[in-house]
């Protein structure tokens, strides 16, 4: 760790630029995968609060985990797979 990491006084920082970026992606990923899946399981609770059935639900988590938006207005259901 002593290669990577540099304490001065009461800071605590990272020795490469690189590294930082890594460890600062690695982050930013956990924290959108971790957004997903809030995502995923509110619109699931939603869907069962609602009465659809499990198919419904299951699609919905789906879409969450693999980054596709699904959002509903009146009958239409429109998919955005941007990402």
Do not use: C, N, P
């Amino acid at each position: 760790m002593d290669d990577l990491v540099e304490t001065k006084y009461a800071e605590v920082g990272l020795r490469s630029t690189r590294v930082a970026e890594i460890v600062h992606e690695a982050a930013q990923e956990a924290k959108d995968a971790t957004r997903r899946a809030v995502e995923a399981s509110a619109k699931v609770i939603g869907a069962a609060e609602r009465g659809r059935d499990s198919a419904a639900a299951e699609f919905y988590a789906w879409a969450s985990r693999h980054g596709v938006d699904v959002s509903r207005r009146s009958d239409a259901l429109t998919l955005d797979f941007s990402e």
